[in-house]
Protein backbone atom coordinates (compact mmCIF):
# COMPACT_ATOMS: atom_id res chain seq x y z
CA UNK A 1 0.00 0.00 0.00
CA UNK A 2 1.22 3.22 -1.21
CA UNK A 3 -1.38 6.19 0.20
CA UNK A 4 -3.77 5.06 2.63
CA UNK A 5 -6.11 7.68 3.71
CA UNK A 6 -8.88 7.60 6.12
CA UNK A 7 -11.20 10.33 6.31
CA UNK A 8 -8.76 13.12 5.37
CA UNK A 9 -10.50 16.70 6.37
CA UNK A 10 -9.64 20.01 5.72
CA UNK A 11 -11.06 22.69 7.23
CA UNK A 12 -9.84 26.36 7.23
CA UNK A 13 -11.08 29.34 9.66
CA UNK A 14 -12.16 32.10 7.47
CA UNK A 15 -13.39 35.19 9.91
CA UNK A 16 -15.46 33.29 12.19
CA UNK A 17 -16.87 31.02 9.82
CA UNK A 18 -15.33 27.81 8.87
CA UNK A 19 -14.93 26.45 5.38
CA UNK A 20 -14.56 22.80 5.20
CA UNK A 21 -12.45 21.81 1.89
CA UNK A 22 -11.86 18.37 2.32
CA UNK A 23 -14.84 16.62 4.00
CA UNK A 24 -13.51 13.09 4.73
CA UNK A 25 -12.32 11.70 2.26
CA UNK A 26 -11.06 7.87 2.51
CA UNK A 27 -9.28 5.97 -0.43
CA UNK A 28 -6.02 3.48 -1.27
CA UNK A 29 -3.74 3.50 -3.84
CA UNK A 30 -1.62 0.61 -4.19
CA UNK A 31 2.00 0.49 -5.11
CA UNK A 32 2.85 0.96 -8.73
CA UNK A 33 -0.56 2.22 -9.64
CA UNK A 34 -1.03 5.01 -11.79
CA UNK A 35 -3.93 6.74 -10.63
CA UNK A 36 -5.28 10.09 -11.73
CA UNK A 37 -7.64 12.63 -9.49
CA UNK A 38 -10.09 14.55 -11.77
CA UNK A 39 -12.27 17.21 -9.87
CA UNK A 40 -13.52 21.05 -11.64
CA UNK A 41 -11.63 23.96 -9.86
CA UNK A 42 -12.84 24.57 -6.37
CA UNK A 43 -13.57 20.53 -5.37
CA UNK A 44 -10.72 20.60 -3.24
CA UNK A 45 -8.48 18.43 -5.84
CA UNK A 46 -5.63 20.96 -4.90
CA UNK A 47 -5.64 20.90 -0.81
CA UNK A 48 -5.90 17.15 -1.46
CA UNK A 49 -2.74 17.29 -3.55
CA UNK A 50 -0.69 19.64 -1.21
CA UNK A 51 -2.11 17.11 1.63
CA UNK A 52 -0.87 13.88 -0.51
CA UNK A 53 2.21 15.87 -1.44
CA UNK A 54 2.91 16.26 2.68
CA UNK A 55 2.80 20.25 1.68
CA UNK A 56 0.44 20.36 4.28
CA UNK A 57 -1.28 18.60 7.08
CA UNK A 58 -4.65 17.22 7.17
CA UNK A 59 -7.19 19.15 9.59
CA UNK A 60 -7.83 15.67 10.86
CA UNK A 61 -8.37 11.91 9.89
CA UNK A 62 -5.06 9.93 9.14
CA UNK A 63 -2.42 9.35 6.43
CA UNK A 64 -0.19 6.73 5.77
CA UNK A 65 2.42 7.32 3.15
CA UNK A 66 4.32 4.34 1.82
CA UNK A 67 3.66 2.36 5.35
CA UNK A 68 4.28 5.65 7.31
CA UNK A 69 1.90 7.83 9.44
CA UNK A 70 2.62 11.37 8.03
CA UNK A 71 -0.53 13.13 9.01
CA UNK A 72 0.46 14.94 12.04
CA UNK A 73 4.17 15.44 11.49
CA UNK A 74 5.55 18.91 11.70
CA UNK A 75 6.86 20.96 8.97
CA UNK A 76 10.78 19.51 9.96
CA UNK A 77 9.58 15.96 9.06
CA UNK A 78 7.39 16.73 6.14
CA UNK A 79 10.33 18.34 4.25
CA UNK A 80 12.06 15.18 5.11
CA UNK A 81 9.38 13.11 3.93
CA UNK A 82 9.26 15.02 0.81
CA UNK A 83 13.03 15.00 0.61
CA UNK A 84 12.75 11.48 0.54
CA UNK A 85 9.63 10.04 -0.62
CA UNK A 86 7.59 12.52 -3.25
CA UNK A 87 8.48 13.74 -6.73
CA UNK A 88 6.94 16.37 -8.16
CA UNK A 89 5.77 17.56 -11.51
CA UNK A 90 4.30 21.16 -11.92
CA UNK A 91 2.01 22.69 -13.65
CA UNK A 92 4.38 25.96 -13.69
CA UNK A 93 7.27 23.05 -14.00
CA UNK A 94 8.61 25.25 -11.06
CA UNK A 95 12.92 25.24 -12.52
CA UNK A 96 15.23 27.75 -11.23
CA UNK A 97 15.49 29.91 -13.70
CA UNK A 98 19.51 30.67 -12.61
CA UNK A 99 20.27 27.02 -12.70
CA UNK A 100 21.23 24.64 -15.85
CA UNK A 101 18.97 22.05 -16.16
CA UNK A 102 21.35 19.25 -14.35
CA UNK A 103 22.07 21.81 -11.74
CA UNK A 104 17.75 21.38 -11.55
CA UNK A 105 18.13 17.56 -11.35
CA UNK A 106 20.47 18.01 -8.71
CA UNK A 107 18.92 20.16 -6.54
CA UNK A 108 16.26 17.25 -6.01
CA UNK A 109 19.03 15.13 -4.83
CA UNK A 110 20.40 17.39 -2.68
CA UNK A 111 17.56 17.77 -0.34
CA UNK A 112 17.41 14.24 -0.58
CA UNK A 113 21.03 14.14 0.76
CA UNK A 114 21.79 11.90 -1.72
CA UNK A 115 25.61 10.87 -1.44
CA UNK A 116 25.93 9.82 -5.48
CA UNK A 117 24.97 12.56 -8.18
CA UNK A 118 25.60 10.28 -11.72
CA UNK A 119 21.28 9.65 -11.65
CA UNK A 120 20.92 13.35 -11.94
CA UNK A 121 22.72 12.47 -15.78
CA UNK A 122 20.71 9.32 -15.97
CA UNK A 123 17.37 10.49 -15.31
CA UNK A 124 18.17 13.38 -17.69
CA UNK A 125 19.20 10.77 -20.33
CA UNK A 126 15.72 8.83 -19.20
CA UNK A 127 13.88 12.24 -20.16
CA UNK A 128 15.63 12.42 -23.72
CA UNK A 129 17.35 15.80 -22.62
CA UNK A 130 21.40 14.19 -21.95
CA UNK A 131 22.14 17.11 -24.86
CA UNK A 132 20.97 19.76 -22.95
CA UNK A 133 22.49 19.36 -19.79
CA UNK A 134 23.89 22.77 -19.44
CA UNK A 135 20.93 24.73 -21.11
CA UNK A 136 19.32 26.82 -18.55
CA UNK A 137 15.28 26.79 -18.30
CA UNK A 138 14.90 30.15 -20.62
CA UNK A 139 16.91 28.34 -23.13
CA UNK A 140 14.20 25.25 -23.27
CA UNK A 141 10.84 24.84 -24.70
CA UNK A 142 7.91 24.39 -21.99
CA UNK A 143 8.27 20.44 -23.36
CA UNK A 144 11.45 20.05 -22.59
CA UNK A 145 11.31 22.59 -19.44
CA UNK A 146 8.37 19.53 -18.08
CA UNK A 147 10.80 16.69 -18.97
CA UNK A 148 13.75 18.55 -16.84
CA UNK A 149 11.21 18.55 -14.15
CA UNK A 150 10.12 14.91 -14.56
CA UNK A 151 14.10 13.93 -14.63
CA UNK A 152 14.18 15.85 -11.58
CA UNK A 153 11.36 14.29 -9.68
CA UNK A 154 12.88 10.78 -10.95
CA UNK A 155 16.15 11.33 -9.98
CA UNK A 156 16.37 10.20 -6.67
CA UNK A 157 14.10 7.35 -7.01
CA UNK A 158 11.16 8.09 -4.93
CA UNK A 159 8.09 5.63 -3.94
CA UNK A 160 5.64 8.30 -4.89
CA UNK A 161 5.46 10.80 -8.25
CA UNK A 162 3.19 13.61 -8.16
CA UNK A 163 2.02 15.44 -10.88
CA UNK A 164 -0.36 18.70 -10.87
CA UNK A 165 -1.66 19.82 -13.98
CA UNK A 166 1.51 18.29 -15.93
CA UNK A 167 0.38 19.45 -19.12
CA UNK A 168 -1.76 22.45 -18.12
CA UNK A 169 1.02 25.23 -19.95
CA UNK A 170 1.53 22.92 -22.95
CA UNK A 171 0.00 22.57 -26.11
CA UNK A 172 -1.63 19.46 -26.98
CA UNK A 173 1.11 17.89 -29.09
CA UNK A 174 3.60 18.81 -26.28
CA UNK A 175 1.15 17.72 -23.42
CA UNK A 176 0.42 14.21 -25.19
CA UNK A 177 4.82 13.55 -24.98
CA UNK A 178 4.52 14.37 -21.37
CA UNK A 179 1.71 12.16 -20.74
CA UNK A 180 3.65 9.33 -22.99
CA UNK A 181 6.81 9.81 -20.96
CA UNK A 182 4.93 9.83 -18.09
CA UNK A 183 2.82 5.82 -18.69
CA UNK A 184 5.66 4.70 -20.51
CA UNK A 185 8.10 5.42 -17.12
CA UNK A 186 5.43 4.06 -14.99
CA UNK A 187 4.85 1.33 -17.22
CA UNK A 188 8.95 0.67 -17.49
CA UNK A 189 10.17 1.39 -13.55
CA UNK A 190 6.59 0.36 -12.04
CA UNK A 191 6.56 3.88 -9.85
CA UNK A 192 3.41 4.76 -7.97
CA UNK A 193 2.01 8.18 -10.28
CA UNK A 194 -0.90 10.14 -9.41
CA UNK A 195 -1.78 12.75 -11.50
CA UNK A 196 -4.21 15.64 -10.67
CA UNK A 197 -5.92 16.71 -13.44
CA UNK A 198 -9.12 18.30 -14.98
CA UNK A 199 -8.73 17.16 -18.27
CA UNK A 200 -10.50 13.69 -18.94
CA UNK A 201 -8.42 13.19 -22.22
CA UNK A 202 -5.22 12.83 -19.91
CA UNK A 203 -7.10 11.40 -17.36
CA UNK A 204 -8.03 8.20 -19.49
CA UNK A 205 -4.34 7.28 -19.95
CA UNK A 206 -3.98 6.12 -16.48
CA UNK A 207 -5.53 3.12 -15.20
CA UNK A 208 -8.30 4.60 -12.63
CA UNK A 209 -9.86 7.57 -11.86
CA UNK A 210 -10.84 9.27 -8.79
CA UNK A 211 -13.34 12.16 -8.88
CA UNK A 212 -13.68 14.52 -6.29
CA UNK A 213 -16.18 17.19 -5.74
CA UNK A 214 -17.13 19.29 -3.07
CA UNK A 215 -14.00 18.17 -0.70
CA UNK A 216 -15.46 14.19 -1.02
CA UNK A 217 -14.77 11.31 -3.10
CA UNK A 218 -17.47 10.99 -5.69
CA UNK A 219 -16.72 8.49 -8.09
CA UNK A 220 -13.50 5.60 -7.97
CA UNK A 221 -13.60 3.80 -10.99
CA UNK A 222 -11.05 1.79 -12.89
CA UNK A 223 -10.75 3.14 -16.77
CA UNK A 224 -11.36 0.25 -19.04
CA UNK B 1 34.60 13.19 -0.04
CA UNK B 2 30.93 12.94 0.09
CA UNK B 3 30.66 13.84 3.95
CA UNK B 4 32.65 17.22 2.55
CA UNK B 5 30.38 18.29 -0.42
CA UNK B 6 27.20 17.99 1.95
CA UNK B 7 28.60 20.54 4.37
CA UNK B 8 29.60 22.67 1.41
CA UNK B 9 25.92 22.30 0.20
CA UNK B 10 24.39 26.00 1.57
CA UNK B 11 27.84 27.40 0.81
CA UNK B 12 26.91 26.38 -3.02
CA UNK B 13 23.60 27.79 -2.48
CA UNK B 14 24.34 31.03 -1.18
CA UNK B 15 27.48 31.07 -3.34
CA UNK B 16 24.77 30.94 -6.38
CA UNK B 17 22.73 33.53 -4.69
CA UNK B 18 25.65 35.94 -4.79
CA UNK B 19 26.36 35.24 -8.34
CA UNK B 20 22.98 35.00 -10.19
CA UNK B 21 22.76 38.52 -9.59
CA UNK B 22 26.14 40.13 -9.74
CA UNK B 23 24.63 44.15 -9.60
CA UNK B 24 23.10 43.79 -6.89
CA UNK B 25 25.51 41.95 -5.12
CA UNK B 26 28.13 44.62 -5.92
CA UNK B 27 26.04 47.10 -4.84
CA UNK B 28 25.59 45.90 -1.37
CA UNK B 29 29.15 45.14 -1.24
CA UNK B 30 30.26 48.80 -1.72
CA UNK B 31 27.92 49.89 0.95
CA UNK B 32 30.17 47.68 3.25
CA UNK B 33 33.59 48.77 1.26
CA UNK B 34 33.39 52.21 2.16
CA UNK B 35 32.52 51.85 5.64
CA UNK B 36 35.13 49.34 6.19
CA UNK B 37 37.73 51.83 4.06
CA UNK B 38 36.45 54.75 6.33
CA UNK B 39 36.96 53.01 9.70
CA UNK B 40 40.06 51.50 8.87
CA UNK B 41 41.22 54.98 6.79
CA UNK B 42 39.98 57.48 9.52
CA UNK B 43 41.69 54.62 12.27
CA UNK B 44 44.85 54.83 11.26
CA UNK B 45 44.89 58.71 10.77
CA UNK B 46 44.24 58.88 13.90
CA UNK B 47 46.31 56.32 15.53
CA UNK B 48 49.54 57.65 13.01
CA UNK B 49 48.90 61.14 15.00
CA UNK B 50 48.88 59.70 18.10
CA UNK B 51 52.68 57.92 17.45
CA UNK B 52 53.52 60.73 15.80
CA UNK B 53 53.53 62.81 18.87
CA UNK B 54 54.20 60.53 21.10
CA UNK B 55 57.32 60.23 19.42
CA UNK B 56 58.04 63.58 19.70
CA UNK B 57 57.88 63.39 23.51
CA UNK B 58 59.71 60.32 23.60
CA UNK B 59 62.53 62.42 21.65
CA UNK B 60 63.01 64.10 25.79
CA UNK B 61 62.76 60.86 27.16
CA UNK B 62 59.98 59.76 29.43
CA UNK B 63 62.39 59.76 32.21
CA UNK B 64 62.32 63.43 32.59
CA UNK B 65 60.49 65.13 35.08
CA UNK B 66 60.33 68.96 35.78
CA UNK B 67 59.31 71.09 38.64
CA UNK B 68 58.53 74.22 38.49
CA UNK B 69 57.26 77.01 41.16
CA UNK B 70 53.38 77.72 41.66
CA UNK B 71 50.65 75.80 40.37
CA UNK B 72 49.45 78.94 39.14
CA UNK B 73 51.94 79.48 36.35
CA UNK B 74 51.70 77.77 32.92
CA UNK B 75 53.56 75.42 31.83
CA UNK B 76 56.70 76.26 29.66
CA UNK B 77 55.69 80.13 30.29
CA UNK B 78 57.84 82.80 31.24
CA UNK B 79 58.97 82.03 35.15
CA UNK B 80 58.14 85.53 36.50
CA UNK B 81 58.76 88.23 38.68
CA UNK B 82 58.41 87.77 42.61
CA UNK B 83 56.00 86.51 44.77
CA UNK B 84 54.69 83.44 46.02
CA UNK B 85 55.73 81.61 42.99
CA UNK B 86 59.40 82.40 44.23
CA UNK B 87 59.54 79.15 45.64
CA UNK B 88 61.86 77.32 44.34
CA UNK B 89 65.15 77.44 44.92
CA UNK B 90 68.53 76.25 44.18
CA UNK B 91 68.93 74.63 47.69
CA UNK B 92 65.52 72.61 46.81
CA UNK B 93 68.00 71.07 43.73
CA UNK B 94 70.47 70.30 45.76
CA UNK B 95 68.45 68.38 48.57
CA UNK B 96 66.63 66.51 45.28
CA UNK B 97 70.10 65.55 44.32
CA UNK B 98 70.86 63.47 47.56
CA UNK B 99 67.60 61.78 47.01
CA UNK B 100 70.02 59.37 44.81
CA UNK B 101 68.21 55.78 44.79
CA UNK B 102 65.43 57.92 42.70
CA UNK B 103 67.20 60.22 40.50
CA UNK B 104 70.31 60.36 38.33
CA UNK B 105 70.61 63.67 37.48
CA UNK B 106 69.16 66.91 38.31
CA UNK B 107 69.97 69.99 36.74
CA UNK B 108 68.12 73.88 38.20
CA UNK B 109 67.24 76.24 35.84
CA UNK B 110 66.97 79.91 36.29
CA UNK B 111 66.45 81.48 32.77
CA UNK B 112 65.62 85.32 31.67
CA UNK B 113 64.46 86.62 28.11
CA UNK B 114 67.56 88.70 27.47
CA UNK B 115 68.68 90.30 24.45
CA UNK B 116 71.83 88.91 23.12
CA UNK B 117 74.29 90.93 20.82
CA UNK B 118 77.25 89.42 18.22
CA UNK B 119 78.82 91.80 16.18
CA UNK B 120 76.20 93.55 14.43
CA UNK B 121 73.71 91.06 15.07
CA UNK B 122 71.17 91.14 18.11
CA UNK B 123 68.34 89.53 18.47
CA UNK B 124 65.57 87.95 22.10
CA UNK B 125 66.03 84.56 23.06
CA UNK B 126 66.21 82.58 26.03
CA UNK B 127 69.31 82.62 28.73
CA UNK B 128 69.44 79.56 30.64
CA UNK B 129 71.75 79.41 33.57
CA UNK B 130 72.17 75.48 34.78
CA UNK B 131 74.56 72.60 35.70
CA UNK B 132 76.43 70.56 33.38
CA UNK B 133 73.79 67.79 34.13
CA UNK B 134 71.34 69.47 32.21
CA UNK B 135 73.08 68.36 29.26
CA UNK B 136 72.35 64.26 30.16
CA UNK B 137 68.63 65.52 31.38
CA UNK B 138 67.93 66.59 28.05
CA UNK B 139 69.92 64.19 26.06
CA UNK B 140 71.60 67.18 24.31
CA UNK B 141 75.06 67.02 22.38
CA UNK B 142 77.44 69.25 21.09
CA UNK B 143 78.10 69.76 17.20
CA UNK B 144 80.96 71.57 17.88
CA UNK B 145 82.54 72.88 20.65
CA UNK B 146 81.62 71.56 24.14
CA UNK B 147 79.31 72.34 26.68
CA UNK B 148 80.43 74.00 29.92
CA UNK B 149 82.35 71.93 32.77
CA UNK B 150 81.65 70.99 36.41
CA UNK B 151 85.03 73.63 36.68
CA UNK B 152 83.19 76.04 35.03
CA UNK B 153 80.11 75.67 36.79
CA UNK B 154 81.85 76.30 39.91
CA UNK B 155 84.07 78.98 39.24
CA UNK B 156 81.44 81.09 37.32
CA UNK B 157 83.04 81.46 34.17
CA UNK B 158 81.45 83.36 31.53
CA UNK B 159 81.04 80.71 28.79
CA UNK B 160 78.22 80.07 26.84
CA UNK B 161 76.82 77.47 24.21
CA UNK B 162 74.51 78.49 21.81
CA UNK B 163 71.62 76.18 20.22
CA UNK B 164 71.62 75.47 16.74
CA UNK B 165 68.83 78.62 15.88
CA UNK B 166 70.61 81.11 18.08
CA UNK B 167 74.17 80.29 16.76
CA UNK B 168 72.53 80.43 12.86
CA UNK B 169 70.91 83.82 13.66
CA UNK B 170 73.82 85.49 15.08
CA UNK B 171 77.03 83.53 13.19
CA UNK B 172 75.20 82.52 9.64
CA UNK B 173 77.87 81.22 8.35
CA UNK B 174 80.62 81.88 10.27
CA UNK B 175 82.18 79.58 13.34
CA UNK B 176 80.79 80.92 16.56
CA UNK B 177 83.24 79.11 18.25
CA UNK B 178 85.66 81.54 20.92
CA UNK B 179 83.59 84.51 19.56
CA UNK B 180 82.41 86.72 22.38
CA UNK B 181 78.50 87.47 23.05
CA UNK B 182 76.98 90.09 25.06
CA UNK B 183 73.95 88.44 27.01
CA UNK B 184 72.65 91.72 29.11
CA UNK B 185 75.38 93.10 30.87
CA UNK B 186 77.71 90.64 30.74
CA UNK B 187 79.77 89.09 28.24
CA UNK B 188 80.74 85.56 27.51
CA UNK B 189 82.72 83.45 25.28
CA UNK B 190 80.93 80.83 22.92
CA UNK B 191 82.64 77.37 23.36
CA UNK B 192 80.15 75.16 22.29
CA UNK B 193 76.66 75.13 19.83
CA UNK B 194 74.32 72.11 20.39
CA UNK B 195 72.78 69.94 17.54
CA UNK B 196 69.18 70.72 16.64
CA UNK B 197 66.45 69.54 18.62
CA UNK B 198 63.55 70.29 16.12
CA UNK B 199 60.68 72.38 16.70
CA UNK B 200 59.26 71.00 20.06
CA UNK B 201 57.61 73.29 22.47
CA UNK B 202 60.63 74.92 24.54
CA UNK B 203 62.79 73.85 22.34
CA UNK B 204 66.90 74.04 23.35
CA UNK B 205 67.29 75.26 19.59
CA UNK B 206 66.47 78.26 20.78
CA UNK B 207 68.58 78.84 24.02
CA UNK B 208 71.62 79.78 25.42
CA UNK B 209 73.02 78.07 27.91
CA UNK B 210 75.36 79.58 30.51
CA UNK B 211 76.88 78.19 33.85
CA UNK B 212 73.97 79.42 36.86
CA UNK B 213 76.90 80.73 38.60
CA UNK B 214 77.54 83.08 35.99
CA UNK B 215 73.93 83.95 35.45
CA UNK B 216 73.94 84.96 39.40
CA UNK B 217 76.68 87.66 37.34
CA UNK B 218 74.06 88.72 35.23
CA UNK B 219 70.67 89.42 36.86
CA UNK B 220 70.41 90.34 40.18
CA UNK B 221 69.14 87.19 42.30
CA UNK B 222 66.25 86.57 44.04
CA UNK B 223 66.41 85.17 47.71
CA UNK B 224 63.42 83.62 49.74
CA UNK B 225 63.16 84.61 53.43
CA UNK B 226 65.32 81.40 54.72
CA UNK B 227 67.85 83.31 52.36
CA UNK B 228 68.03 80.05 49.63
CA UNK B 229 68.69 81.74 46.07
CA UNK B 230 65.71 81.36 43.75
CA UNK B 231 65.59 79.06 40.80
CA UNK B 232 63.00 79.24 37.95
CA UNK B 233 62.93 75.39 37.81
CA UNK B 234 64.30 72.20 38.20
CA UNK B 235 64.77 69.35 35.69
CA UNK B 236 65.66 66.36 36.45
CA UNK B 237 65.74 62.12 35.27
CA UNK B 238 64.03 59.53 37.54
CA UNK B 239 66.28 56.65 37.58
CA UNK B 240 63.20 54.59 36.35
CA UNK B 241 59.93 55.70 34.24
CA UNK B 242 57.29 53.14 36.08
CA UNK B 243 57.75 54.86 39.10
CA UNK B 244 57.43 57.97 37.85
CA UNK B 245 53.76 58.19 40.17
CA UNK B 246 56.06 56.93 43.50
CA UNK B 247 58.69 59.36 42.31
CA UNK B 248 56.35 62.25 41.92
CA UNK B 249 54.76 61.57 45.18
CA UNK B 250 58.43 61.55 47.13
CA UNK B 251 59.82 64.35 45.77
CA UNK B 252 56.24 66.79 46.93
CA UNK B 253 57.45 64.98 50.64
CA UNK B 254 60.86 66.41 50.30
CA UNK B 255 59.96 69.62 48.75
CA UNK B 256 56.76 69.97 51.26
CA UNK B 257 59.04 69.53 53.70
CA UNK B 258 62.04 72.06 52.81
CA UNK B 259 59.30 74.47 52.23
CA UNK B 260 57.63 73.75 55.66
CA UNK B 261 54.30 74.04 54.26
CA UNK B 262 51.22 73.16 56.76
CA UNK B 263 49.47 70.00 56.20
CA UNK B 264 46.16 72.66 55.04
CA UNK B 265 48.57 74.42 52.31
CA UNK B 266 48.63 73.57 48.72
CA UNK B 267 51.66 72.77 46.96
CA UNK B 268 53.84 75.90 45.62
CA UNK B 269 55.60 73.95 43.05
CA UNK B 270 54.03 71.68 40.43
CA UNK B 271 56.16 68.22 39.36
CA UNK B 272 55.30 67.51 35.10
CA UNK B 273 56.55 64.22 34.38
CA UNK B 274 57.09 62.97 30.96
CA UNK B 275 55.74 59.99 31.63
CA UNK B 276 52.11 61.69 32.69
CA UNK B 277 52.31 64.01 29.95
CA UNK B 278 52.44 61.34 27.33
CA UNK B 279 49.84 58.94 28.76
CA UNK B 280 47.61 61.62 29.02
CA UNK B 281 48.59 62.93 25.56
CA UNK B 282 47.79 58.94 24.77
CA UNK B 283 44.83 58.99 25.90
CA UNK B 284 43.37 62.40 24.24
CA UNK B 285 44.41 60.50 20.76
CA UNK B 286 43.01 57.38 21.50
CA UNK B 287 39.62 59.52 22.21
CA UNK B 288 40.00 61.30 19.34
CA UNK B 289 40.49 57.92 17.20
CA UNK B 290 37.82 56.12 18.60
CA UNK B 291 35.90 59.40 17.74
CA UNK B 292 36.61 59.34 14.23
CA UNK B 293 36.28 55.56 13.83
CA UNK B 294 32.27 56.02 15.50
CA UNK B 295 32.03 58.28 12.94
CA UNK B 296 33.10 55.86 10.35
CA UNK B 297 31.48 53.44 11.83
CA UNK B 298 27.80 55.33 10.92
CA UNK B 299 28.64 54.42 7.40
CA UNK B 300 29.54 50.46 8.49
CA UNK B 301 26.28 50.68 9.77
CA UNK B 302 24.20 52.78 6.86
CA UNK B 303 26.05 49.78 5.07
CA UNK B 304 24.53 46.77 6.76
CA UNK B 305 21.12 48.80 6.68
CA UNK B 306 21.58 48.20 3.20
CA UNK B 307 22.64 44.63 3.03
CA UNK B 308 19.21 44.09 5.25
CA UNK B 309 17.09 46.03 2.63
CA UNK B 310 18.90 43.95 -0.19
CA UNK B 311 18.24 40.51 1.60
CA UNK B 312 14.85 41.58 2.39
CA UNK B 313 14.50 42.24 -1.72
CA UNK B 314 16.18 39.17 -2.54
CA UNK B 315 13.79 37.28 -0.05
CA UNK B 316 10.74 38.38 -1.74
CA UNK B 317 11.99 38.28 -5.37
CA UNK B 318 12.85 34.97 -4.55
CA UNK B 319 9.55 33.46 -2.89
CA UNK B 320 8.92 31.10 -5.85
CA UNK B 321 12.70 29.73 -5.50
CA UNK B 322 12.18 29.10 -1.91
CA UNK B 323 8.99 27.55 -2.03
CA UNK B 324 10.39 25.01 -4.98
CA UNK B 325 13.32 24.41 -2.76
CA UNK B 326 11.04 23.70 0.02
CA UNK B 327 8.58 21.28 -1.96
CA UNK B 328 12.02 19.36 -3.28
CA UNK B 329 12.42 18.45 0.47
CA UNK B 330 14.51 21.97 2.17
CA UNK B 331 14.06 22.21 6.09
CA UNK B 332 13.19 25.72 7.23
CA UNK B 333 16.60 25.42 8.20
CA UNK B 334 18.35 24.83 4.90
CA UNK B 335 16.83 28.30 3.63
CA UNK B 336 17.59 29.90 6.78
CA UNK B 337 21.32 28.94 6.79
CA UNK B 338 21.35 29.48 2.76
CA UNK B 339 19.84 33.14 3.33
CA UNK B 340 22.09 33.63 6.73
CA UNK B 341 25.70 32.39 4.58
CA UNK B 342 24.44 34.84 1.65
CA UNK B 343 24.45 37.67 3.72
CA UNK B 344 27.49 37.20 5.61
CA UNK B 345 29.24 36.55 2.46
CA UNK B 346 28.26 39.83 0.83
CA UNK B 347 29.68 41.64 4.11
CA UNK B 348 32.77 39.32 4.08
CA UNK B 349 33.69 40.36 0.70
CA UNK B 350 33.04 43.98 1.28
CA UNK B 351 34.92 43.91 4.49
CA UNK B 352 37.87 42.39 2.62
CA UNK B 353 37.82 44.89 -0.10
CA UNK B 354 37.28 47.78 2.50
CA UNK B 355 40.49 46.82 4.31
CA UNK B 356 42.44 46.68 1.43
CA UNK B 357 41.04 50.25 -0.08
CA UNK B 358 40.92 51.46 3.14
CA UNK B 359 44.89 50.10 4.06
CA UNK B 360 45.83 51.95 0.42
CA UNK B 361 44.56 55.09 1.75
CA UNK B 362 45.74 55.10 4.68
CA UNK B 363 49.49 54.63 2.90
CA UNK B 364 48.35 56.84 0.09
CA UNK B 365 47.87 59.87 2.68
CA UNK B 366 50.90 59.35 4.37
CA UNK B 367 52.57 58.93 1.29
CA UNK B 368 51.36 62.40 -0.20
CA UNK B 369 49.95 63.58 2.73
CA UNK B 370 51.33 65.40 5.68
CA UNK B 371 50.02 63.00 8.25
CA UNK B 372 51.42 59.99 9.17
CA UNK B 373 49.23 56.74 9.08
CA UNK B 374 49.56 53.06 11.66
CA UNK B 375 47.57 50.81 10.19
CA UNK B 376 47.25 48.30 13.46
CA UNK B 377 46.14 44.90 13.00
CA UNK B 378 44.03 44.95 15.57
CA UNK B 379 41.85 47.52 13.79
CA UNK B 380 41.90 45.08 10.67
CA UNK B 381 40.56 42.02 12.53
CA UNK B 382 37.82 44.16 14.12
CA UNK B 383 36.94 46.07 10.90
CA UNK B 384 36.51 42.89 8.95
CA UNK B 385 35.02 40.58 12.39
CA UNK B 386 32.51 43.81 12.30
CA UNK B 387 31.56 43.53 8.80
CA UNK B 388 31.05 39.90 9.07
CA UNK B 389 28.73 40.54 12.13
CA UNK B 390 27.02 42.77 10.49
CA UNK B 391 25.88 40.73 7.14
CA UNK B 392 24.72 37.83 10.37
CA UNK B 393 23.04 40.49 12.42
CA UNK B 394 21.40 42.24 9.36
CA UNK B 395 20.80 38.91 7.70
CA UNK B 396 18.83 37.45 10.39
CA UNK B 397 15.53 38.46 10.11
CA UNK B 398 15.54 38.63 6.15
CA UNK B 399 16.73 34.84 6.26
CA UNK B 400 14.39 34.25 9.08
CA UNK B 401 11.32 35.81 6.48
CA UNK B 402 12.78 33.48 4.13
CA UNK B 403 12.49 30.17 6.02
CA UNK B 404 9.10 30.61 7.78
CA UNK B 405 7.55 31.23 4.06
CA UNK B 406 4.76 28.76 3.74
CA UNK B 407 5.43 26.10 0.74
CA UNK B 408 2.08 25.83 -0.72
CA UNK B 409 2.22 30.10 -0.92
CA UNK B 410 5.47 30.74 -2.14
CA UNK B 411 4.85 28.07 -4.94
CA UNK B 412 2.09 30.24 -6.39
CA UNK B 413 3.57 33.14 -5.93
CA UNK B 414 4.26 34.85 -9.55
Not at chain 1, 2 to 10: R, S, T, V, W
Request: hydrophobic share 45%.
Amino acid sequence: MMIELHDIKKIYPIGDRMLTVLNGISFTIEKGELVAIMGASGSGKSTLLNVLGCLDVPTSGTYYLDGQEVSKLNSKELAHVRAQKIGFVFQQFNLLPKLSALANVKLGLEYADADDYSSAMRSLTTVGLADRADHRPTELSGGEQQRVAIARALAKNPPLILADEPTGNLDSKSGDEIINMLTALHAEQKITLVMITHDPHIAQHCQRIIYIKDGMVEKDEKVQ
Amino acid sequence: MKKYSKLLRPFRNAWGGVISHKLRSMLTILGIVIGVSAVIALMSIGKGAEADILARIQTLGANLMMISPGSQMGAGGVRGAAGSSASLTLEDATAIAAETDLITSVAPISSKNMQLIAGSQNMNAQVTGTNTSYMTVYNLSTTSGTFFSDYDYQTGTAVAVLGATVAQTLYGANDPLGQNLRLGTIIVRVIGVLGSKGSVSGSPDNMVFIPLTAMQQAVAQQRTARGEQVISSISLLVKDAKNSASTVLQLTDLLRTRHRLIASAANDFTITSMEEVASTVSDTMATTTMLLGSIAAISLLVGGIGVMNIMLVSVLERTREIGIRKALGAKDTDIWIQFLIESAFLSLAGGIIGVILGWGAAILVSKFGAMTTVVSMDIVVLAVSVSIAIGLFFGFYPAWQASRLNPIEALRYQ
